[in-house]
Structure formats: structure tokens, C-alpha cells
């Protein structure tokens, strides 16, 4: 059985209570780095921003909401812009030597991927159509997206784990 801890940096560890022989699967140990590497404060406050500004938004007349979204969005997206390719950038730096810790990189990867393509596309209208609400309609789309596909993306790297240890990388896998 096993248990994770976040230290007062945020950092993520993986401990085993029982039936483990006193070590965790090295698969944990990378599920656990991969969810480390993905954790970023500013990031998530600017996500947060993003989609709080939205639901803001979409309770106005959409020329309001998509006037006050032109004019607040291209800050929260450059932060989120600036925090992704760090983000992306350390997790394909980790060294794994699991198939699991591998699957589960990719996985994370792709889904960071994708939520990223999807702030570049709202960033980019944005940019372009000046304070248009198609461009709030069409983003809306992108992160559900992202989150549906990272479900089935995650599913081979849970199948490449130990059985006992499956339940432990899911959860880990799910803040990555």
C-alpha cells in the first residue's frame, strides 16, 4: 500500500506503509516525478484566471463578455504560455526507465500539448479578430478536450504498471 505527501514546496513523494517491502515500484517513484514536473503555481493561477474570466464573460452580452476577454485575456496566456514550455521542458528532461514512466510521460505530454494548442489558438484569435465571441466559443472546447483524451492516453501507461501500484499512479498521474 502506498501513500503520497506534498512537502511545503509542493513536492511530491510517494511512501509505503505495507506489503512493500519498505520501497515503492520505480514506477510510482517516476508517476510521482512526472506530477512534480507539471506542478507550477503560476501556471495554475493563470488557468484559473482564464477560466474564471470566461465564466465571467459568458454572463454578459457577448460583445461585453468578448471586449472584457480581449482585454484581459493576452496577459493570463502569456503567463500560461511562459509556464507550459517550462513545464514541457522538464518533463521531457526527466530520466525514466519504466515502460510505465515512459507511457505516462507521453500521456502527460500530450495533454499538456493539447490544453497548450488550445491557449495559442484562443491567444491567436484573439489577436487577430479583435473582441470577437466566436473565439471565446470555439476555445471553450480545447481543454475539455485535452482532459477527455488524457483518459484514454493514461490507459497504457496504467496497464504497463504493476497491479498493486496502479491506483497510486492514476492518482499521481491525475495532477499531471
Known sequence: MYSE???????????CYAGCDGASPAEIDEAAALAGAVESPAWLDASRGVTGLLARASRMSRRRGAALVWQRAPSLLATLEAEQDRMLERLRGLPLDTQAGILCRRAALRKLSRYQWSMRTLGDRIETAGPAWEAVLSFEAGPGSAIRSFGDDVVPCLAAAP??????????????
Open 5 to 15: 505527501a506534498t512537502d511545503p514546496q509542493g513536492r511530491a513523494s510517494v511512501h
Open 163 to 176: 497491479a498493486n501500484a496502479r491506483e497510486t499512479i492514476g492518482g499521481l498521474m491525475a495532477r499531471a
